[in-house]
């Protein structure tokens, strides 16, 4: 059986929808296309839970892209500096490279160390939630990505990297434009401020390191330069790979949860009581990142289609989030769904490594909100979102103190 070919019109929806109703009508054409889709560009779009899912598992036969593989399938305008840069980090490594990079950065994510961060980050939440509740009472509006989620994001990756936290605009601006690089295929002038970004960056990591600006024995950067790589790998390019990696990895996606948990605590103010429930369900729901791709190393068969070695899979976890085969009424937001297994971290060796972070945040953020901001209120519908195919998040959130 060959997969079926995407039309014209299916590959726009895809690439475009960007608000609520959009997106559930594309997951439900997606899903009567079938499993496998096959694109014009020698890809296939992976639709179902359980396709998606053996595809991240099976290493056997499917590694992540590097740059040639970018160049081939995506065109020159991807094979950037800003793509090569994210390119060289733990995302985009495969096998024994990527088992050493991964064990090497594994005990900064532990659990002891996320519970080591519980206070930092409690804190930044209560003081921004605290601010901005302040902010809409004297202004009468606030727009809650820009003015309270985005500021939490950036000073929470400070406190994470061991820099000032002064600098945590600069942090969430490397990590807006850097984040267009996982775009399918940015805007020209998207390319641009990724490639000037990743420049910055290098820079801005040179001169940490130079000056020493980075908190002695916390954070990130201090430890990786005072447990230097046993395989002698140049200590400066190892931070400067790291800082890319976790500002492209963990500051955009944690402002689009955050984001949409503002969004559905707005919505939904009486619904359940159990915080963790309702951040899960916002991560299934509202996915962060909507796709990640997969190279086939070999002819293989997915879903009962034959897949060509060299094809690239864009595995659509947006889609795999709304398959009605693993989730009852996949459109309507339920938290405490008896089965959470969606796949917004990812699935397999390269499950996010931030994903206990990520959720830190978003709980403390429930807590927060329903502590402080419970009689704030988020005007209008169907709040306009970032164009896919792989980043939909919200990108303006007004709210007021007006009535629910
Ligand atoms: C809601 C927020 C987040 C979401 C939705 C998210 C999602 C993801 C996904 C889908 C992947 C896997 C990519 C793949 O399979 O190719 C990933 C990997 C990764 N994430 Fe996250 N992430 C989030 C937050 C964070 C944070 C806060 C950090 C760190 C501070 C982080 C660090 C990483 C790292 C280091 C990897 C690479 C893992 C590997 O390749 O082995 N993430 N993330």
Redesign the pocket.
């Known amino acids: 059986m060959t997969a079926v070919l995407a039309d014209h019109g299916l590959l726009r929806a895809w690439r475009s929808a960007a608000t609520e109703s959009g997106l559930a009508k594309l997951y439900d054409r997606l899903r009567l296309r079938g499993p496998v889709i096959a694109t014009p560009w020698n890809s296939v779009l992976v639709t179902s839970h359980a396709a998606c899912r053996d595809v ?1 598992a099976d290493t056997g036969v499917w590694r ?1 892209p590097d740059d040639e593989d970018f160049r081939q399938h995506i065109g020159d305008e991807a094979a950037k500096p800003a793509r090569h840069g994210v390119n060289q ?3 985009h ?1 495969n096998g024994a490279d ?1 088992t050493a990079q ?1 064990r090497r ?1 594994a005990p900064f ?1 532990s659990p002891r160390a996320l519970a080591a961060h519980t206070t930092t980050v409690q804190g930044v939440v209560g003081t921004a939630a605290e601010r901005f509740v302040d902010h809409v009472a004297y202004t009468g509006g606030g727009d809650a990505i820009a003015d309270f989620v985005a500021p939490v994001a950036g000073t929470v ?1 400070c406190a ?1 990297l061991g820099v000032s936290e002064q600098d945590h605009e600069f942090i969430t601006r490397m990590a807006t434009d850097l984040s267009f690089v996982e775009e399918l295929a940015p805007r020209p002038s998207h390319a641009r401020r990724a490639d000037a970004a990743i420049t910055e960056l290098f820079t801005y990591g040179r001169k940490l390191i130079q000056d020493r600006a980075y908190t002695p024995g916390r954070g990130l950067i201090a430890y990786l330069l005072d447990h230097p790589d046993s395989s002698g790998r140049d200590a400066t390019k190892e931070v400067i790979t790291a800082l890319v ?2 500002i492209t ?3 955009s ?2 402002m ?2 955050m984001s949409s948990t503002v969004l559905a605590l707005c919505r939904n103010p009486d619904v359940g009581h159990d915080d963790t429930a309702f951040v899960d369900e916002c ?1 299934r729901w509202d ?3 909507h796709m ?3 190279i086939a190393t070999q002819d293989t068969v997915l879903a009962g289609t034959p897949i060509a070695r060299g094809t690239l899979a864009h595995v659509l ?1 947006g889609a795999a989030n709304r398959d009605p085969d693993v989730f009852a009424d996949p459109h309507a937001f339920v938290p405490g769904r008896a089965q959470s297994r969606s796949l ?12 206990g ?2 959720r830190q ?2 709980v403390h953020l429930v807590a927060a909100w329903r502590q402080q901001a419970g009689g704030l209120a988020v005007e209008g519908h169907d709040h306009p979102r970032m164009k896919g195919p792989n980043f939909r998040h919200l990108l303006h959130l007004p709210v007021t103190t007006g009535p629910r």
């Open positions: 991240l992540n980090t733990l995302f490594l990527h991964r950065l994510f990756m994470l990696l976790m990895a963990g500051v996606t944690s689009s949860l991560l996915p962060p990142a990640v791709g997969r976890i917004t971290f990812s699935a397999g060796p390269h499950y996010c490594l931030g994903a972070l990520a945040q978003a």
